[in-house]
């Protein structure tokens, strides 16, 4: 992975152990054999299992199995930023319940004043919303309306937390209520269908994540109907300084997405390869259907090991 951290080229290279999944248990965290950190062309940081190495020289620090260098190096410069900069890259999750401790609560409404606060910090997706909806409404409202263009039906949207625990450990499940035009009770997460949450929350990554974010996003089209899926729009729009890596089978998205930022991603055996789309020779003129071509190349079927 190579990237730019105030104009200075930096390239990560990391090997894993292959971790086999138990049917019972799921997968174990991948454990890290190998990596290393160049500087331009400068070796500034490598591992092997349990030995570390800044500059060539041997460091008394030993990361966890699963930890790269760059979290156990990330009290140090000019690690620190480096730690920064792959925060910056995002899964796209849902979860659907977070619980909050009342302290915790507290100490979040009184710590994150303006929406720069909450997009540069490390909470959930909901976390985010919940706080730009409680602290910030005039930014939650910009936001809102895009949620609602996308659902016309829709009046209104909150966030906020509702009290579950014990007396003794009290905490504060943060929730999403959606007003319905024509229906007098506000619908409640549970029964919101899950495209409308999954809008929502793609919404408030777009919004909510800091300049610089990459964003991963499996299978965009699940869950969502045919409304939802005119979101990549907005997703794509030149305006946001974002970075997004989707996976999809959709035909409007394939179309609506310039083939020069199509990667064909293969795999054989425990070798991962990434090529440029624009690299294979004579496909259609179409999107659609270069991509059914693409999906029929030996590369694909069998996987590239070089």
Known sequence: MTFDIDSTEYRWHGEFEATPQNRLKGRPEPKLTFETLHQGEHVLAEREASQMSIEGKSIGIT???SQSMVKALADNAPFSAIHDGFQKI?????????ALPVDDYDWLKTTFHSID???HSYLTTQEKLLLACQNIPTAFDELKQDFIAVFPQIEDVIVETVKQGTVSQPNLEVVINLKVGGVKKWIQQPQISAGMLKTLMLLGELYLSPDGTVLLIDEFENSLGVNCIDIIDDLVTPSKNLQLIITSH???????????EWKIVTRQGGTVTVKEAKDFKQLGRSSHERFMQLIQLDEIKHGVAE
């Open 63 to 65: 990361p966890l199995s």
């Open 90 to 98: 995002l899964k796209h999750e849902f979860h659907q319940n977070i």
């Open 117 to 119: 606060d909450i997009r």
């Open 250 to 260: 959709h035909p409007y998205i394939i179309n609506n997405i310039p083939m020069d």
